[in-house]
């Protein structure tokens, strides 16, 4: 029933940035950890970050010191701030919630970093 909408991706040159937004529907998101992934063409889906319901924050070693997650309780809103992109963070970027739901994953937005 949980439903993520993904957005903000886009084209960017390497070394630029990009803030991913994920907005979710429900009245539960405030005490929800929320997991970013990504996926690219021919590649397993891959942990990019999370933040629980005390703003705990993980991050995969790939991004760490480039990409910041927060969120906005009151907009039921999570956000992706990336940094210092390269060309191998080219993917399409999803949220769900940790542990994940049983419904579909959103559309996803795509973020393609150019050399």
């Known amino acids: 029933q949980v439903q993520f909408v993904e957005s903000g991706g886009n084209l960017v040159q390497a070394g630029g940035s990009l803030r991913l937004s994920c907005a979710a529907s429900g009245s539960t998101f405030s005490i929800k950890t929320i997991g970013w992934y990504r996926q690219a063409p021919g590649k397993q889906r891959e942990f990019v970050a999370s933040i629980n319901n005390g703003g705990s924050t993980y991050f995969a070693d790939s991004v760490k010191g480039r990409f910041t997650i927060s969120r906005d309780n009151t907009k039921n809103t999570v956000y992706l701030q990336m940094n210092s992109l390269k060309p191998e963070d080219t993917a399409v970027y999803y949220c769900?919630?940790?542990?994940?739901?049983?419904?579909?994953w959103g559309q996803g937005t795509q973020v393609t970093v150019s050399s």
């Open positions: 769900n919630y940790i542990p994940q739901t049983m419904g579909p």
